[in-house]
């Protein structure tokens, strides 16, 4: 008669896990191959990939119509229709074709009232850039389209190939062993006896196996036989990167498996308590994990979401995270149309005791803002939109876990945002960073609601001459902190060669110019540079026309479209353009003291002040890092 297991435990959860997993995290390396992007679906990326080259690649027509100069449209209306001649006052567009110059706008077709062939009329006037999709409006060229250790989904495939990427590193996916064990076992295929059991557990091993980003191998049942059981864990050691005994995990006469893992290896757990789910087996064997399971259904299925998935996920980089369905506090208004029901993308964070949901692009162009989105708020039909501030449903597909542990950014855009992202992501797994780019003014009221842990701003204080500690000091009354990021140059991007030779501010009456949106701290800084010049913003030609972040004004410039506008060194240096500098000014993080104590704002802070993140900045140029990562508070006096 076979010895029983009287070993069998009863080791907490949380504590199985925990010794389980650090056993392994000093051990398990996660191995790398390159794929073309079209075989990449559910793959683990390696590193973070940055796009090649714009989407769209050129101006493009959001309608189809006709492509008009919009200055020659004033004047038209109802009462005085606007004739217009074809080659000489218009061309006639598509969806999709190129917008070159000299026109600069696009009237639909519906608007259109034809004359004859060669004619048209309109009878209202066209404004600049309407209805055209401006150059890297979706991606440009340089910016981040996914950060390391991101699971692949079809979205991405299409966004990476407009991005110009066409092969991809991702984490090999790991190969497991699974055996299944005893001799009452019979495959599904034979014909059972009185006593025997038709083996299904394996199956659903290998589906999970599958599903979590592993390669499973399934052997036929091994009778309960302590050699040839051994033999097989033993050969499985030296082939696959994981093994996985199902039944003979209790406490019965015949459940070797335990007595055999102590003879091969180190059984760190023998029985957690759970319940269904106790008698699991955690091991090591030649540096590899070997789990044995038990085999009651449910209690195997149980024991492989808590104890095989995590290891996997050390292997391949992917969280463990399920989707679902969350009420949320929507930051800012929509507005829906009462004829449809609308999916609107959203990041989503947890700030204080709420959900937070930020609405992103809502355009049909914008692919990148699936890539970004955190999941769905829907709006209903017959629905003309939610106030912010309401309380919306929001379909995640993402996992809570990962956005309670997920700073919310909203304000400034600069493209060490990204950079944090990706540092956050892959030196502290576990910790998230969500930016969202509204403006600095923008962000410091997302803020003061509630909406937001921190915010990005680079505010000038005209009557101090200081950055951004006057603004919060006027407009919060709770204890406030700055976190000092980076100093950056600010300037004006053109054209590569400086064909317009332009010098300073005064030049852009002669050009056409990008602004900066509304609230945006460039935008501050630029309106107060033109007031020290004395030049009214209706002198420069473009000063209405609005880009939401400094690439995107880069790659309008690069394209021709515009001639300068105002932005970072760092943008105009990646998109290969000249570069006018105007003045360095402090780009830094507002965020409520109590805030501060949060493990991921730590985690945040940490990586202001690493060599790393410093090596990053020297790279992209432009930027000082000497106070980067130090803390400001609001009740000290400014200097």
């Not at 101006?59 to 001649?85: C, F, H, Q, W, Y």
């Not at 299904?200 to 599903?211: G, I, K, P, Y």
Request: proline share 5%; net charge negative.
């Amino acid at each position: 008669m076979g010895k029983r297991n009287l070993y069998l435990k009863n080791t907490p959860l949380e504590e199985a896990l925990s010794i389980y997993t650090d056993a392994f995290k000093s051990i398990l390396k996660m191995q790398y191959e390159e794929l073309p992007v079209e075989k990449s679906l559910g793959r683990i990326l390696k590193e973070a990939v940055y796009a090649g080259c714009s989407s769209p690649l050129f101006n493009a027509a959001a309608m189809d119509g006709i492509a008009v100069i919009s200055t020659d449209t004033k004047g038209a209306s109802e009462r005085t229709p606007l004739t217009l001649k074809k080659n000489k006052d218009f061309i006639v567009v598509d969806t999709g074709d190129p917008i070159n110059f000299p026109y600069d706008a696009v009237i639909m077709a519906e608007d259109v009232i034809e004359i004859d062939d060669d004619t048209v009329q309109i009878i209202e006037a066209a404004t600049g850039w309407q209805h055209i999709r401006p150059i890297g409006e979706d991606i440009v060229t340089g910016e981040m389209l996914l950060p390391s250790l991101h699971k692949i989904r079809p979205i991405d495939i299409g966004v990476l190939f407009s991005g110009g990427i066409i092969k991809i590193n991702v984490v090999k996916r790991p190969e497991i062993g699974i055996f299944p064990t005893g001799t009452e076992i019979i495959e599904p295929t034979q014909t059972p006896k009185d006593g025997d059991i038709i083996e299904s557990n394996s199956r659903m091993f290998e589906a999970m196996v599958t599903s979590y980003g592993g390669t499973a191998y399934r052997f036929p049942p091994i009778e309960d036989d302590y050699n040839k059981i051994k033999t097989a864990i033993e050969e499985a050691v030296n082939k696959f990167d994981m093994v996985i005994v199902n039944a003979g995990s209790s406490a019965g006469t015949e459940d070797f498996t335990v007595h055999i893992l102590r003879e091969l290896g180190e059984v760190l757990i023998h029985g957690v308590a759970i319940k269904p789910g106790k008698p699991v087996i955690l091991a090591i064997v030649k540096g590899k994990p070997v789990i044995g399971l038990p085999g009651y259904p449910v209690s195997a299925y149980i024991d492989f979401e808590n104890f095989v998935k995590p290891v996997m996920s050390l292997m391949t980089g992917e969280p463990t995270s399920d989707n679902n369905v969350v009420d949320a506090v929507i930051s800012k208004r929509m507005i829906s149309s009462l004829k449809h029901k609308e999916y609107v993308r959203v990041k989503v964070g947890q700030v204080g005791d709420k959900l937070v949901a930020s609405p992103l692009a809502r355009g049909a162009g914008a692919a990148m803002s699936l890539v970004r989105a955190d999941g769905f708020c829907v709006i209903e039909q017959n629905c003309e939109g939610v106030e912010a501030g309401e309380i919306v449903k929001v379909e995640l597909y993402r996992s809570l876990q990962e956005i309670r542990h997920t700073i919310v950014a909203i304000g400034s855009h600069d493209l060490i945002l990204d950079l944090i992202s990706d540092l956050m992501s892959s030196n502290y797994p576990g910790n998230y960073l969500s930016s969202t780019h509204i403006g600095s003014m923008g962000g410091l009221m997302a803020l003061k609601r509630g909406e937001a842990h921190i915010a990005p701003t680079h505010l000038l204080d005209e009557a101090t001459g200081i950055y951004n500690m006057p603004y919060i000091k006027k407009m919060f009354e709770e204890p406030m902190a700055l976190i000092k990021g980076v100093k950056r140059i600010q300037g004006l991007i053109v054209q590569k060669g400086n064909p317009l030779n332009l010098k300073d501010i005064s030049d852009l009456k002669k050009c056409r110019y990008v602004n900066r949106q509304r609230g945006a701290g460039t935008r501050v800084l630029f309106d107060y540079k033109l007031k020290q010049a004395g030049i009214d913003s209706l002198e420069i030609p473009g000063y209405d026309r609005e880009s939401a972040t400094h690439m995107a004004v880069a790659a309008l410039v690069s394209s021709g479209s515009a001639d300068a506008g105002m932005g970072i060194f760092a943008a105009a240096k990646a998109m290969q353009l000249d570069f006018i500098e105007i003045g360095q000014e402090e780009y830094d993080f507002a965020i409520p003291v109590k805030h501060l104590k949060l493990p991921e704002v730590i985690t945040f802070i940490n990586i202001l002040k690493s060599d790393e993140f410093h090596v990053c900045l020297d790279k992209f140029g432009g930027y000082e890092y000497s106070q980067s990562g130090k803390l400001c508070y609001m009740d000290e006096e400014i200097i």
